[in-house]
């Protein structure tokens, strides 16, 4: 089992920045991949970036390409997403997730660990 726990979240006004945090504990050496999805009220829970534990390979959602960052720091078992010139359309619950297969993967149902999620509120 791998266990996620997000944070970082908060309320923040158009333009500004929000960077989040998922610490994966647990069996981490089962997941090759982590991910970030979100989900605001009422949509379905849609892929936002994803990238390797080896570093090696990105993976970005067009909506948020340019103004989002993936890193991951190896020794701490730690992902964040960087977030900037957020846009109040960011507003959604944020979920880290973990996948034990090779591949990137901007498919939901593909991931196989998932965290509680942290609210992103965008004001205008």
């Known amino acids: 089992q791998v266990q996620l726990v997000e944070s970082g979240g908060g309320l923040v006004q158009a333009g500004d920045s929000l960077r989040l945090s998922c610490a994966a504990s647990g069996r981490t050496f089962s997941s090759n991949v982590m991910g970030w999805f979100r989900q605001a009220p009422g949509k379905e829970r849609e892929f936002v970036a994803a990238?390797?534990?080896?570093?090696?390979?990105?993976s970005y959602s067009d909506s948020v390409k340019g103004r989002f960052t993936i890193s991951r720091d190896n020794a701490k078992n730690t992902v964040s997403l960087q977030m900037n010139s957020l846009k109040p359309e960011d507003t959604a619950v944020y979920y880290c997730?973990?996948?034990?297969?090779?591949?990137?993967?901007?498919?939901?149902?593909?991931?196989?660990?998932w965290g509680q999620g942290t609210q992103v509120t965008v004001s205008s």
């Open positions: 990238i390797r534990w080896s570093g090696i390979g990105t």
């Open positions: 997730a973990a996948r034990a297969a090779w591949g990137i993967s901007q498919t939901r149902d593909e991931y196989d660990y």
